[in-house]
């Protein structure tokens, strides 16, 4: 898997040579890690540039843990939200997103506040990260 991690889009000849099995070998043990679910999918990796320039985290608290609940299944359909990790502690919720504009990312920050259940938020935009 680890091959596969570092390139999903080897051949299978190629990633067959790199874990010393034969292609049909690896092959039944591609479909078989699909088929249990260990591999869901395949994906693409963005260059730095390609992403939108406003990536920000949203860190929300809730006034009840059902409410949480509730509001993350919704939250995480609304556009822009790439991303919601449910969290112990102060902060009930933490939302990745991705907006083509400080005003889309305001226009998402307003509709996040006004969700039933949400009694804080607040934005952390992103400068850089480490993969820059």
């Known amino acids: 898997m680890k091959a596969l991690k570092a390139n999903s889009r080897a051949s299978l000849v190629a990633l067959a040579r790199e874990i010393d099995l034969s292609r049909s070998a690896t092959h ?10 260990a ?3 395949y994906t693409v990796k963005l260059h730095r540039q390609a992403l939108p320039d406003i990536r920000a985290f949203f860190t929300l608290q809730f006034e009840t843990s059902a409410a949480q609940s509730q509001q993350v299944l919704v939250m995480k359909t609304l556009p822009g939200v790439e991303a919601v990790y449910c ?3 102060d902060i009930d919720a933490l939302l ?3 907006c083509d504009s400080v005003d889309e990312l305001s226009d ?4 996040l506040a006004r969700h039933e259940g ?3 938020i607040s934005t952390r935009q992103i400068l850089a990260t480490s993969q820059d």
Not at 28 to 37: A, M, Q, S, Y
Not at 108 to 111: A, E, F, G, V
């Open 118 to 120: 949400v009694i804080s």
């Open 28 to 37: 039944d043990r591609i479909t078989k890690l699909e088929e249990i679910g």
């Open 87 to 89: 969290l112990s502690g």
């Open 39 to 41: 591999i869901r999918g």
């Open 96 to 98: 990745y997103c991705e």
């Open 108 to 111: 998402l920050r307003d509709r």
